[in-house]
Structures are given as C-alpha cells and as structure tokens.
Antibody, heavy 125, light 107 residues
C-alpha cells in the first residue's frame, strides 16, 4: 500500500524557519518525482515545488522562490521542504504528492497520483 | 505562468443531475490537464489525467474532454459522495497552476 506521511508542521513566527518532511512507503521512492502543494485555510490549492527522482531538477513557485528549498534523501525514502523567511501568507496545509505519469498515444501525461494527509504550518506572532 | 480559470466557482445540484465544470487555460496546453476532487479535511484525489483519461479506480460517471485552452469535467449522474470541490491542474509546464476550484453543493 502506498503511503505518504507528512510531519514537522507547527506554529512559527514571521521571519522564522521550519522544515517539513514527507516519509513514503509502498513504492520505489528513488524512481519517482515528488512535489509539494499547499492550501491556505479556506482557499484553493497552490503548487509549491517539484524535485526529480535524482534531485537534479528542481522548480519552485514564484511565491516561494529564494525562501524555500526542496530536497530528498532516497536512502531514507524522505522528501523535505525547508522554509525560511516565513510570512503570514505561508500559513497553509502542506501536502506532498507523488508525480506519476502515463504514456498514451505517443504522449507522456503527468499527474499527482498519491498524496499525503498534509501538515499544517501556521505563521503568526 | 499559465492562468487556469474555472467556472462556475460553485454550483448547487441534486443527486442524479448531470454536472459540468469548465476550465480555461490562458494559452494552449494541448491535453496536459488533470482534474482533482477534494473533500473537506482530506487530500485531493486524482480523477482525470491527459484531459480525458480516467484514473484507476475512478467511477465511469466521471469524464473529461477538451484540448488546447478549453476543458470540461462532467459527472453524468451526481451521487451523494460526489459533493466536493473540484480543481483543474495544468501539467504543460512549470510552475504548475491550479484552477480556483468549483464547489459542488447539495441543492
């Protein structure tokens, strides 16, 4: 059974730092791309960051670029998001999501096929 | 970044109704679009990928169509468990962008 479990959320002051983690099981983690997606209270979904299977390719949303760092430890089946210079607007539930894909009609299609339950990060003084 | 615009933002429907949600991209994204369902307090769930391919385990009453800039999610006969918020997501390029969501409520 595929499982993704986030941890590390909590209350942090504006300007502070926090690292959230996602530990996975049930699939070969080192072979899969991973993402972070967040959702502010009562709001929609916002993609945050992507990391390739080997960690060599990384993307960020403009809203977090320069402040957040995505990383992974394939030996530990773990994904991380280091969040620095936190702002009130970073308050959200943070989900990790596996990047799956299908090859159909000579085309690759990407999607987020497995998600964790989320961890709440609250930025407040 | 590609802008994804969903409509409507909310709708009220009855069990058994046919429901249609649309998503428009600000540029051509071919068929690189997925649809996700989210219930309160839960993680999103993949329904459709590649604009029209049904993800494993998803009931056949869900279907997707479209290509280029205009896409549709259809629920052919709304069931009680389908009351939720639905999001489109473009996977054409980075940054990935979601639509703002459509909340399907009970009439």
């Amino acid at each position: 059974e595929v499982q993704l479990v986030e941890s590390g959320g909590g209350l942090v002051q504006p300007g502070g730092s926090l690292r959230v983690s996602c530990t996975v099981s049930g699939f070969t983690f080192r072979s899969e791309t991973m993402n972070w997606v967040r959702q502010a209270p009562g709001k929609g979904l916002e993609w945050v960051s992507y990391i390739s299977s080997g960690g060599g390719t990384i993307y960020y949303a403009d809203s977090v670029k320069g402040r957040f760092t995505i990383s992974r430890d394939n030996a530990q089946n773990s994904l991380y998001l280091q969040m620095n210079s936190l702002r009130d607007e970073d308050t959200a539930v943070y989900y990790c999501a596996r990047g799956g894909f299908s090859y159909e009609n000579s085309t690759y299609y990407d999607y987020f096929d497995y998600w964790g339950q989320g961890t709440l990060v609250t930025v407040s003084s | 970044a590609i802008q994804m615009t969903q409509s409507p933002s909310s709708l009220s429907a009855s069990v058994g109704d046919r429901v249609t949600i649309t998503c428009r991209a600000s540029q051509d994204i071919r068929k690189d679009l997925g649809w996700y369902q989210q219930k309160p307090g839960k993680a999103p769930r993949l329904l459709i990928y590649g604009a029209s391919s049904l993800h494993s385990g998803v009931p056949s009453r869900f279907s997707g169509s479209g290509s280029g800039t205009d896409f549709t999610l259809t629920i052919s006969s709304l069931q009680p468990e389908d009351f939720a918020t639905y999001y489109c997501l473009q996977d054409y390029n980075y940054p990935r962008t979601f639509g703002q969501g459509t909340k399907v409520e009970i009439k």
